[in-house]
């Protein structure tokens, strides 16, 4: 299941035996550097791509203006897709769709421009124009990856085994990039190297399998972008 950046990088110190908290061998913002690429590398090794999350929005008729779920957000949103009609909305910004909604436009109708823009607290907002005639959902395409690592509390949306082998990759990686006085004391963990990487290897060939598993069942909305 999904785990934090906190979670992940406290596991790799531990493969590393780096657990000194007042000198470590790798600061944690190299760490964290180092865990964000890796992130993306067993991403695209697994075949991690966007993913629909259906009537992710209820939308009510005359009301134009909704919030996205706190669980999704606004750098991963791809596209939305208005339920009813199954097309792709259009996105502008939320000054360009205000500007729409001063204007000689129709007032209500089918939607097919949205904005989407942050408020103080990152709640996503969306705006739609026209508003809103009848009562729908709003399918959302989103990436499953965070584009970054910005906070501590940022969730890896891995499986276990596959978080356990990107946490051993890491590990490999970050005493490869010790001082040598600090890799010669880890010189065990490297001998054991050959094990992890065959572990490492195994967890993302099955991970692989389970995704295109996933991807082959009708239980799985499919659209093409």
């Known amino acids: 299941m999904p785990d934090t950046l ?3 990088r406290r596991r790799v110190r531990l493969l590393t035996d780096d657990l000194d908290p007042n000198a470590p061998a790798i600061d944690s ?3 964290n550097t180092l865990i964000e690429n890796r992130m993306h590398l067993t991403a695209a090794e697994v075949g991690l791509g966007p993913s629909w999350i259906t009537a992710a929005v209820t939308v009510a008729a005359d009301d134009y203006d ?3 779920p706190t669980s999704i957000q606004y750098q991963r949103v791809i596209a939305l897709q208005l339920n009813s009609l199954e097309w792709l909305m259009e996105r502008v910004t939320h000054l360009e769709l205000q ?3 001063d204007g000689p436009g129709p007032v209500t109708g089918a939607p097919p421009h949205n904005a989407l823009f942050e408020d103080t607290s990152q709640q996503v907002n ?3 124009y026209p508003t809103p005639r009848v009562a729908d959902t709003i399918n959302v395409l989103r990436a499953q990856v965070p584009a970054a690592l910005s906070t501590d509390a940022t969730n890896i949306p891995f499986s276990d085994p596959l978080l356990r082998a990107m946490e051993k990759s890491c590990a490999l990686e970050a005493i ?3 001082d040598p006085e600090e890799r010669s004391k ?3 963990t490297l001998d054991t190297a050959g094990r992890w990487e065959r ?6 060939h099955l991970e692989r399998v389970r995704i295109g598993n996933l991807r082959r069942s009708d239980k799985v909305p499919q659209r093409m972008v």
């Open 176 to 178: 490869l990039l010790m």
């Open 66 to 68: 909704y919030t996205l």
């Open 29 to 31: 913002e190299r760490l």
């Open 199 to 204: 572990e490492i290897s195994r967890a993302t």
């Open 99 to 101: 500007a729409m909604r």
């Open 126 to 128: 969306l705006w739609l």
């Open 6 to 8: 906190t979670n992940v």
């Open 186 to 188: 880890r010189k065990a």
